[in-house]
């Protein structure tokens, strides 16, 4: 899944968050996931910061997904 899908999320909310505000959202939200282990991120890095491209939810993520499903907003994944 790439980055870009995750942000097609907010096209169907009446109010939309500014183009930025949803780039942050969906960049800080991968980068926790990452860092609990719950998702893989693909990407570049230059001498500054990584880009993430493309993400993969990890064994232990779909696990939590499955906890999670029905308890919180359905995403497209």
Do not use: C
């Amino acid at each position: 899944m790439t980055k870009r899908q995750l942000e097609s999320f907010y096209e169907h909310h009446d109010s939309q968050p500014s183009k930025e505000d949803i780039q942050t959202i969906v960049t800080k939200s991968v980068e926790r996931l990452i860092s609990k282990e719950l998702i893989i991120g693909y990407g570049r890095k230059t001498a500054v910061k990584w880009f993430i491209q493309e993400i993969r939810l990890t064994r232990m993520g779909k696990r939590v997904a499955r906890e999670l499903l029905g308890k919180q907003q359905k995403l497209k994944i």
